[in-house]
């Protein structure tokens, strides 16, 4: 089959794919299997070649992949169950102090979440939050939206997270990830000071049971509790070592490939030697800690989280590799005119479909990516600059909403004490604004760079 019936097929598919992860709760790298699998036998891969096919695609993806976010998980978790995310939150209060809570708590989001997930993340922070609201009188619906603003921006934006990470991989950027980063940080800025104004605005309509007067000494409680629960905590020093390193030798890295120097040093760069590296100086954080008896326990829990999230990636890149051996490819390309006009808009607007539609900016970003990736040269997107660029507007895209079928969407909402509608208001309104804000300054950037 080629040519309009294909392209009928195809928007069939994506459809279809929607409707079997958000609607029928079928899990998506099932689902993503059987819509590739349909797709490439109506799309005309003959019966001998399409498990090749598969293979090749699900292969190709988790080398590129895999042992990345396997180390990236397991350097978070570390952080998290050592109390190393908590002590680096603690510092970024000490630095910026009680004058400014908003911003102290969405920048301390926004690190937090670099190695962490946005949902552990806030479960992480809400005591800090909490904490740092009554000591200043900030409005608690203000200081919880603001929180998830920060956590959710490095989330979908900066690797090692699995969405921009897995985005990277599937769109050719695995080893060029320092630039993936830079972009994410630059793209972060924006974002958050239209979060931050959003926040302030909208946080004190919002009157929540956490908003009545609570006697100091019992969310001081609750703070030196959770401060407690760890047994000993780690050097602020030594927490930043994990997420620090492996940026440093990335771009070193980077650096010396761009001077053609190879060796050690362009070695120790690749994304897996350097968080490899990274994983090791978590380690560290244990045997600070004097937790290393539980070493077994801790990485056996986290590639249990890490699983799923290879399998998802793993998947979307075979549907990828479906779509590049049909016609589709070759149908857009001839008839490219309208695609190409949309531009970054295009990955944008599918990021935004998939996100809304069943929740999971992960599952968005991997998605999307795996779609986007045969039709890079059609949209006039080839250096690494402007793939980076494609990078970002899935991202931006990933934000555009947060609603019932997120599970980040469902933790603010029960640990802010917010009423669903409530957090429609606020949750919701505030991702929509984060990713438009995005997808404009993307925009902007690509008028002057592609």
Excluded at 146 to 174: D, E, K, M
Excluded at 264 to 270: D, K, M, Q, R, W
Excluded at 320 to 332: A, K, L, P, Q
Aim: include cysteine.
């Amino acid at each position: 089959m080629t040519g309009l019936p294909l392209m009928g097929v195809f928007v069939l598919s994506i459809i279809f794919l929607i409707l079997m992860i958000s609607k029928w709760k079928i899990h998506p790298f099932l689902s993503l299997l059987f819509v590739s699998l349909v797709f490439g036998l109506i799309g005309g891969i003959p019966l001998t070649e399409i498990t090749n096919v598969i293979g090749d695609g699900f292969a190709a993806t988790f080398k590129s992949f895999g042992l990345v976010v396997i180390f990236g998980t397991l350097i978070g978790f570390i952080l998290e169950k050592t109390g190393a995310a908590f002590q680096l939150a603690d510092a970024i209060v000490r630095v910026i102090g009680k004058k400014h809570p908003v911003l102290a708590i969405q920048l301390m989001g926004w690190v937090v979440c670099i190695p962490v997930f946005s949902d552990s993340g806030f479960v992480i922070l809400n005591p800090v939050r909490r904490a740092l609201a009554q000591r200043t009188g900030a409005s608690p619906a203000t200081m919880a939206i603001a929180l998830s603003a920060g956590l959710f921006t490095s989330h979908v934006f900066i690797p090692p997270t699995p969405g921009p990470l897995a985005s990277a991989s599937n769109l050719g950027l695995g080893d060029n990830l320092l630039l993936v980063m830079a972009l994410g940080a630059l793209v972060s800025i924006p974002v958050m000071i239209a979060a931050y104004f959003y926040s302030v605005w909208i946080g004190p309509k919002i009157i929540t049971p956490e908003s009545e007067a609570v006697p100091d000494e019992d969310v001081e409680a609750a703070y030196n509790e959770l401060k407690k629960s760890y047994t000993r905590l780690p050097s602020t020093a030594l927490s930043l070592t994990p997420i620090v390193v492996p940026i440093i030798l990335m771009a070193i890295g980077s650096i010396s490939s761009a001077l053609g120097y190879s060796g050690v040093l362009t070695f120790i760069g690749t994304p897996m030697i350097a968080l490899a590296i990274g994983f090791l100086f978590a380690v560290l954080l244990l045997m600070d800690t004097h937790m290393m008896d539980r070493f077994y326990v801790f990485v056996e829990e986290g590639l249990r989280t890490v699983g799923p999230i290879i399998l998802i990636t793993a998947a979307g890149g075979v549907l990828g590799r479906v779509i590049s051996s049909t016609d589709v490819v070759d149908f857009i390309s001839n008839n490219a005119t309208q695609l190409s006009s949309l531009g970054l808009f295009f990955p944008f607007l599918v990021s935004v479909l998939f996100k809304t539609a069943q929740g999971s900016a992960t599952v968005a970003m991997v998605t999307t990516s795996s779609l986007v990736a045969p039709l890079l040269p059609t949209l006039g997107m080839e250096t690494p600059l402007q793939i980076g660029l494609v990078v970002m507007a899935i991202s931006a895209g990933s934000l555009v909403v947060s609603h019932a079928n997120d599970s980040h969407f469902w933790v603010v909402t029960n640990f802010s004490k917010m009423t669903p509608q409530q957090a429609y208001r606020s949750q919701t309104v505030v991702t929509g604004v984060m990713g438009c804000t995005a997808m404009v300054f993307i925009w902007i950037l690509g008028l002057f760079i592609l």
